[in-house]
């Protein structure tokens, strides 16, 4: 079964500052990875993904991730930390097993982003 | 969440009553999903449907079951709630079965 690790539940980043939050994840043969951001009592929105093709994966407001198949990485980085980033951080990869796509979920970072 | 809608928002509930939460869509995706998510657990999917009356489990599956009658609902019930299924419910959507949307989510408490 697929595991995804988030290293970090609570990583603080000052305003302006590099934002990166890791994630690695066990598969044998290259997944479907994205990266999800939820705002407090909100649903999951789909903040960018990996499917194939180019490995560098922009997203929106700003954020961007690298697959790496050598490290089964793919960490999210912004240049630029803004308060509005604050919110938790969500790693999922996909992957066929028995006769359907599943989703497995890392267990979250929550980005908090001082003034 | 455009496209996929969660009632209720929000229920209290005691132990032991049956409880039916609806997971409504527009988009007419053939995919839908249940999870819950609890801190420090992240997303577990519950059950999901890959069609009409085509439903399995997921890896969190006992003591909740799931119905699929048409194409925009998925009903996830709860036979004999239980304190441990206090938790915020999520029902997601898909037309390929790989990117997957979801909805603003069910705050439920068991008491």
């Known amino acids: 079964a697929q595991s995804v690790t988030q290293l970090g539940s609570h990583v603080s980043v000052s305003e302006g500052a590099l934002v990166l939050l890791r994630c690695n994840y066990s598969?044998?043969?290259?997944?479907?990875l994205f990266w999800y951001v939820q705002y407090p009592n909100q649903g999951l929105q789909l903040l960018l993904k990996?499917?194939?093709?180019?490995?560098l994966v922009k997203g929106i407001n700003g954020f961007e991730a690298e697959f790496k198949k050598s490290e089964t990485s793919f960490h999210l980085t912004k240049p630029s930390a803004h308060m509005s980033d604050a919110a938790e951080y969500f790693c999922?990869?996909?992957?066929?097993?028995?006769?359907?796509?599943?989703?497995?979920f890392g267990k979250g970072t929550l980005l908090t982003v001082n003034p | 969440d455009a496209g996929i809608t969660q009632s209720p928002r929000h229920k209290v509930t005691e132990t032991g009553t049956p409880v039916t939460l609806r997971c409504h869509q527009t988009?007419?995706?053939?995919?839908m999903y249940w999870y819950r998510q609890d801190p420090g657990h992240g997303l577990r999917l519950i059950h999901y449907?890959?069609?009409?009356?085509?439903?399995d489990k997921g890896e969190v599956s006992d003591g909740y079951s799931v119905s699929r009658s048409k194409t925009e609902d998925f009903l996830l019930t709860l036979e004999s709630a239980t304190s441990s299924q206090t938790s915020v419910y999520f029902c997601?959507?898909?037309?390929?079965?790989?990117?997957?949307?979801f909805g603003p989510g069910t705050r439920l408490t068991v008491l």
């Open positions: 997601a959507i898909s037309h390929s079965g790989v990117e997957q949307f």
């Open positions: 598969s044998s043969v290259p997944p479907y």
């Open positions: 990996y499917t194939t093709g180019a490995t």
């Open positions: 999922a990869v996909s992957d066929y097993g028995g006769s359907n796509y599943k989703l497995t």
């Open positions: 988009e007419n995706h053939r995919y």
């Open positions: 449907s890959y069609g009409v009356k085509d439903t």
